[in-house]
Structure formats: structure tokens, C-alpha cells
């Protein structure tokens, strides 16, 4: 079953994606995603001008070889393109051994392990009468856990906050923006959040929320205590995770449970913190985690040590890794939860998909493979537009942390 074609498909149907798909002699194909928000292209040349001339004439078969081949043969390892990169060759492969099965993915990751995946939406607004009002509408929708954001009083913008009447997108067209950021007023606000939540609410429904890697470790020690009358599901992202020690000194402190991973790449950039028990929920995915093999290695550790998933699944992973998280999720034993935000109707003509929502809960439906397509006659027509994500400064000018 040999590889006869490879090509990578970069589209903006109302935000980039950068999508690899395989080709067989068979004719199966599968698909990867391999977006990198704001930084597409490199992964596209990556992909382009360095993986596709290894894979013509590989067996499709040879999921775990060609894993290894990419990674260790490459000699520079590690890294947001390269792992993206070797995650969608990895997907792409993984969905050709569906298809070529006539069968969905997750009956070869070992099958179901539960009857659907838990997922949280996004509930965000300028004051936190919005945000009560946003919460109230996924509520409705069936959501039984929420991620809440808010506008920062003193601050002109704040992260997870939507644009006008559009749902939250970061990534913009021309230069990026540059925001203001103040751990002083942000600390002293989000408690009073939660407050109003819970009192609106109730104790049951689930909530999330991102600090979105702008804490010092003892500032989020200080914000985690300050929520644990809330009972949060997660305290995302808490510091800028290089430091993996950083959670150490959080962890001393509170018993909010701590999520950590969207911006990881490989088993090495957490597995101090899965073995110290220093996190709660593992945030890494399939695009920039190497693919459903990789992430599978990440969670069989995590497994170990009490820590459960919980991918990440903005708007900037597109379908086919949407798709790919639901066979994994709903495979693992250790499943946490699943982020889940919608895509534009653009998006999803593009990507048709036979995963679906409902009631607070997702499958990935039973079509073989993946159950992702690709129109690339539409695709075609969203050609690549350049946006960058936004970066952040101090009161005093500083950067710091987006
Ligand atoms: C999340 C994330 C996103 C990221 C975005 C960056 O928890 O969903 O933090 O909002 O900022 O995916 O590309
Ligand atoms: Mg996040």
C-alpha cells in the first residue's frame, strides 16, 4: 500500500489551515491538519520541501516507522513545525488504515471507552453581565461545562474576549495587534467573576477558565486559593510552561486543579510534570503533539499518574484535527474533557465531517477513517491570507507574555 502522492493545502475559509493530504495506490486517501496559527507557512514549506519527498513510495501501513523515520531521522527534533509536521503525516495514516479497514479510527485505538466525549464551549463578554448572559446561552445548548472569560476592568482588551458580535478569534489580518496586560488589576478582578458565577448558576455546572500563560508562579498560587470556593474544573495555562518547575511552587498552595499543554510539542516538555502529579489535565494535542501516535504515548504516561486529558480545540485546529481528538478521546481510558469551539460555516463546507454535538457531548461518528473530508475545489477558493496572533504589553511597555 504505497504512498503515490502527497499534497499540502493552505486555505482561509475565514481563518488559516494548513492541511496534508496522502494519496495511495489504492486510492485511499487521509488527512492531516497542520496549522500553526500565525505561522502557517512554515509548516507548509516544512511539509513541502522536506517530509513529502521522504513519504512517495512508503508503505501507509507503517504508521509507527514513519513516526520514527520523520522524528529521529530528521536529527533536529522537537519543535511546534517539525511536530506538526510529523502529526499530520501521522493522522493523514491513521485515517488511510480506516478507511482501508472500513473502519472509524477509534475502533483501532482499542475502541470505545465511554459512549461520547465530554466537551466545554466558550462563554465570554466585555462585563460580566455578558459573560452571565453567554454562559446562560451554552446552558441552553446542553453544555454541562463552560470556559468563562472576561473583559478586565482598567484594561482596553483582555484574552478569550470576542470582537464585537463575533465569537472569540485571535489571529488578525496586518500586524499584530499589541494589547495592554496588568496582573494586578487581572487578579483582583477574576474572583468577582466566579462569585457572580456560581450564584447564578449553581455548584453543578462545570466551569474553565484560561489564564492563558500570564501568571508568576506565586500570582497564580494566590489566584487558584482565591477560586477554590468555586470549585473550578480546571485554572488553565496558569504561568509560561518552559519552567515546568513553576508548577511546584502553585501546587504547594492550592487544590484548584491546574491544565497545561496546548503549546506542547512532544512527551518531553510535560513529562516532569505528569510524574510529579503537578497538573491535573494534559492540554496537548494531535496537530502539535505528533499526531494520534504521539499524543497516545503522552496519555498512556499521563494514565500512570492520575492526569487525564483534556485537548485543546480552538478554532485554529481545523476539522480534520477535531476529528482526530474525538477518535482519540474517545478511546483513551484517561479522558478528561474535550475544548470545543465551533468553526464558520465557511470552515465546515470546506471540511464536511461526520462528527457531531449534542446535548454537551460529541462523537466522531461512524464513517471509516476519520470521517473528515476536504472540498479542495471550495478550498481553493479561500486562498492563504496572512494573520498574526496578538502580543501583549506591560502598563510600562514591557512585553510580556500573550
Ligand atoms: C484555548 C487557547 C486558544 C489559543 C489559540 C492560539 O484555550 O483555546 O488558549 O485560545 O490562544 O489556540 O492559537
Ligand atoms: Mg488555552
Given at each position: 500500500?504505497?504512498?503515490?502522492?502527497?499534497?499540502?493545502?493552505?486555505?482561509?475559509?475565514?481563518?488559516?489551515?494548513?492541511?496534508?493530504?496522502?494519496?495511495?495506490?489504492?486510492?485511499?486517501?487521509?488527512?492531516?491538519?497542520?496549522?500553526?496559527?500565525?505561522?502557517?507557512?512554515?509548516?507548509?514549506?516544512?511539509?513541502?520541501?522536506?517530509?513529502?519527498p521522504?513519504?512517495i513510495?512508503?508503505?501507509?501501513?507503517?504508521?509507527?516507522?514513519?513516526?520514527?523515520?520523520?522524528?529521529?531521522?530528521?536529527?533536529?527534533?522537537?519543535?511546534?513545525?517539525?511536530?506538526?509536521?510529523?502529526?499530520?503525516?501521522?493522522?493523514?495514516?491513521?485515517?488511510?488504515?480506516?478507511?482501508?479497514?472500513?473502519t472509524?479510527?477509534?475502533?483501532?485505538?482499542?475502541?470505545?471507552?465511554?459512549?461520547?466525549?465530554?466537551?466545554?464551549?466558550?462563554?465570554?463578554?466585555?462585563?460580566?453581565?455578558?459573560?452571565?448572559?453567554?454562559?446562560?446561552?451554552?446552558?441552553?445548548?446542553?453544555?454541562?461545562?463552560?470556559?468563562?472569560?472576561?473583559?478586565?476592568?482598567?484594561?482596553?482588551?483582555?484574552?478569550?474576549?470576542g470582537?464585537g458580535?463575533?465569537?472569540?478569534?485571535?489571529?488578525?489580518?496586518?500586524?499584530?495587534?499589541?494589547?495592554?496586560?496588568?496582573?494586578?488589576?487581572?487578579?483582583?478582578?477574576?474572583?468577582?467573576?466566579?462569585?457572580?458565577?456560581?450564584?447564578?448558576?449553581?455548584?453543578?455546572?462545570?466551569?474553565?477558565?484560561?489564564?492563558?500563560?500570564?501568571?508568576?508562579?506565586?500570582?497564580?498560587?494566590?489566584?487558584?486559593?482565591?477560586?477554590?470556593?468555586?470549585?473550578?474544573?480546571?485554572?488553565?495555562?496558569?504561568?509560561?510552561?518552559?519552567?515546568?518547575?513553576?508548577?511546584?511552587?502553585?501546587r504547594?498552595?492550592?487544590?484548584?486543579?491546574?491544565?497545561?499543554?496546548?503549546?506542547?510539542?512532544?512527551?518531553?516538555?510535560?513529562?516532569?510534570?505528569?510524574?510529579?502529579?503537578?497538573?491535573?489535565?494534559?492540554?496537548?494535542?494531535?496537530?502539535?503533539?505528533?499526531?494520534?501516535?504521539?499524543?497516545?504515548?503522552?496519555?498512556?504516561?499521563?494514565?500512570?499518574?492520575?492526569?487525564?486529558?483534556?485537548?485543546?480545540?480552538?478554532?485554529?485546529l481545523s476539522?480534520?484535527?477535531?476529528?482526530?481528538?474525538?477518535?482519540?478521546?474517545?478511546?483513551?481510558?484517561?479522558?478528561?474533557?474535550?475544548?470545543?469551539?465551533?468553526?464558520?460555516?465557511?470552515?465546515?463546507?470546506?471540511?464536511?465531517?461526520?462528527?457531531?454535538?449534542?446535548?454537551?457531548?460529541?462523537?466522531?461518528?461512524?464513517?471509516?477513517?476519520?470521517?473528515?473530508?476536504?472540498?479542495?475545489?471550495?478550498?481553493?477558493?479561500?486562498?492563504?491570507?496572512?494573520?498574526?496572533?496578538?502580543?501583549?504589553?506591560?502598563?510600562?511597555?514591557?512585553?510580556?507574555?500573550?
Amino acid at each position: 500500500m504505497k504512498i503515490t502522492d502527497a499534497r499540502v493545502i493552505v486555505c482561509s475559509p475565514g481563518r488559516n489551515f494548513v492541511t496534508l493530504k496522502l494519496v495511495t495506490e489504492d486510492g485511499v486517501s487521509g488527512l492531516g491538519d497542520a496549522t500553526v496559527n500565525g505561522r502557517e507557512l512554515a509548516v507548509a514549506s516544512y511539509l513541502t520541501d522536506h517530509v513529502v519527498p521522504l513519504l512517495i513510495g512508503r508503505d501507509a501501513r507503517r504508521i509507527e516507522d514513519t513516526w520514527q523515520y520523520l522524528y529521529k531521522g530528521a536529527y533536529w527534533r522537537r519543535g511546534p513545525i517539525t511536530m506538526a509536521a510529523i502529526g499530520a503525516v501521522d493522522t493523514a495514516l491513521w485515517d488511510i488504515r480506516g478507511k482501508s479497514l472500513d473502519t472509524p479510527v477509534y475502533q483501532l485505538l482499542g475502541g470505545a471507552s465511554r459512549d461520547a466525549v465530554l466537551v466545554y464551549g466558550h462563554a465570554n463578554g466585555a462585563t460580566i453581565e455578558e459573560t452571565v448572559a453567554a454562559v446562560a446561552r451554552y446552558v441552553k445548548l446542553g453544555y454541562t461545562a463552560v470556559r468563562a472569560q472576561c473583559g478586565i476592568p482598567g484594561l482596553a482588551q483582555a484574552y478569550g474576549v470576542g470582537r464585537g458580535d463575533r465569537y472569540y478569534e485571535p489571529a488578525e489580518q496586518g500586524m499584530p495587534p499589541e494589547h495592554l496586560w496588568s496582573s494586578e488589576r487581572y487578579l483582583g478582578f477574576v474572583p468577582t467573576l466566579f462569585t457572580r458565577l456560581r450564584a447564578e448558576f449553581g455548584d453543578e455546572l462545570h466551569f474553565l477558565h484560561d489564564v492563558h500563560h500570564r501568571l508568576t508562579p506565586i500570582e497564580a498560587a494566590r489566584l487558584g486559593k482565591a477560586l477554590e470556593p468555586y470549585h473550578l474544573f480546571w485554572l488553565e495555562d496558569p504561568v509560561p510552561a518552559e519552567l515546568q518547575e513553576g508548577f511546584r511552587l502553585i501546587r504547594q498552595h492550592t487544590t484548584t486543579p491546574l491544565a497545561v499543554g496546548e503549546v506542547f510539542n512532544t512527551v518531553y516538555d510535560c513529562h516532569r510534570l505528569i510524574e510529579e502529579q503537578l497538573i491535573d489535565y494534559i492540554r496537548a494535542t494531535v496537530v502539535h503533539a505528533g499526531g494520534i501516535s504521539h499524543l497516545r504515548k503522552i496519555a498512556a504516561l499521563a494514565e500512570l499518574y492520575h492526569v487525564r486529558t483534556g485537548c485543546h480545540g480552538a478554532t485554529d485546529l481545523s476539522p480534520v484535527c477535531m476529528a482526530a481528538a474525538l477518535h482519540f478521546d474517545l478511546s483513551v481510558h484517561n479522558f478528561g474533557i474535550q475544548e470545543y469551539m465551533t468553526h464558520t460555516a465557511e470552515t465546515d463546507r470546506v471540511f464536511p465531517h461526520s462528527y457531531r454535538f449534542e446535548a454537551g457531548v460529541m462523537h466522531p461518528g461512524d464513517a471509516p477513517g476519520l470521517g473528515v473530508d476536504i472540498d479542495e475545489a471550495l478550498a481553493a477558493r479561500y486562498p492563504y491570507e496572512r494573520a498574526y496572533l496578538p502580543t501583549t504589553r506591560k502598563l510600562d511597555g514591557t512585553v510580556h507574555s500573550w
